[in-house]
T-cell receptor
Framework: NAGVTQTPKFQVLKTGQSMTLQCAQD?????MSWYRQDPGMGLRLIHY???????DQGEVPNGYNVSRSTTEDFPLRLLSAAPSQTSVYFC????????????FGQGTRLTVV | AQSVTQLGSHVSVSEGALVLLRCNYS??????LFWYVQYPNQGLQLLLK??????LVKGINGFEAEFKKSETSFHLTKPSAHMSDAAEYFC??????????FGQGTELSVKP
């Protein structure tokens, strides 16, 4: 069972570069989301999607774009990386928005220099 | 708006001692509450969840949590700590639309 797969696991970017963090799930989950994890701040929601073609902003959306063209994939784009975006990024999915648990990927550790 | 507060960013216990990790939430409606565990360099894994019904929830690895509406709390406990319990623990509440909001996390250390 693959579950939620994130690629790459590690990435170093220079300030101003762009990149896409990939997230794919094979559980046919409707709901997907992206979080960033920083020391002492827990996980903060960046963007989320309740289904293909539908996305919305979370707590910290600035500097990030998302799209959801298929149920399986939910990529996160950094258009112009900044050092403040150095963080560990987690993708999660759940069957529906209600009382169901979220399943997390293994994370992408991003460093912007 | 719903939010979550975890008291204590770091908790240290001796092996065999009681583990108590505190979580308080703010919510205007009965919430869905979760505890997740994160081992070093890994993703988050669900320990347990409260939706409705029984207020004492049992999870994996001997952990349990009690939902106390009057205290707006959902503290995580384990009677006897094991070295393998050393990890970071996150309390979370589900908001409208399915958004999962996390507390700041509590790092648990277990001393031999």
């Amino acid at each position: 069972n693959a579950g939620v797969t994130q690629t790459p696991k590690f990435q170093v970017l220079k300030t101003g570069q762009s990149m896409t963090l990939q997230c794919a799930q094979d559980m046919n989950h409707e709901y997907m989301s992206w979080y960033r994890q920083d020391p002492g701040m827990g996980l903060r929601l960046i963007h989320y999607s309740v289904g293909a073609g539908i996305t919305d902003q979370g707590e910290v959306p600035n500097g990030y774009n998302v799209s959801r063209s298929t149920t399986e994939d939910f990529p996160l784009r950094l258009l112009s990386a900044a050092p403040s975006q150095t963080s560990v990024y987690f993708c999660a999915s759940s069957p529906r928005p209600g009382n169901t648990e979220a399943f997390f990927g293994q994370g992408t550790r991003l460093t912007v220099v | 708006a719903q939010s979550v507060t975890q008291l204590g960013s770091h908790v240290s216990v001796s092996e065999g001692a009681l583990v108590l990790l505190r979580c308080n939430y703010s919510s205007s409606v009965p919430p869905y509450l979760f505890w997740y565990v994160q081992y070093p360099n890994q993703g988050l894994q669900l320990l347990l969840k409260y939706t409705t019904g029984a207020t004492l929830v049992k999870g994996i690895n001997g952990f349990e949590a009690e939902f106390k509406k009057s205290e707006t709390s959902f503290h995580l406990t384990k009677p006897s700590a094991h070295m393998s319990d050393a990890a970071e623990y996150f309390c979370a509440v589900k908001r409208e639309g399915g958004k999962l909001i996390f507390g700041q996390g509590t790092e648990l250390s277990v001393k031999p």
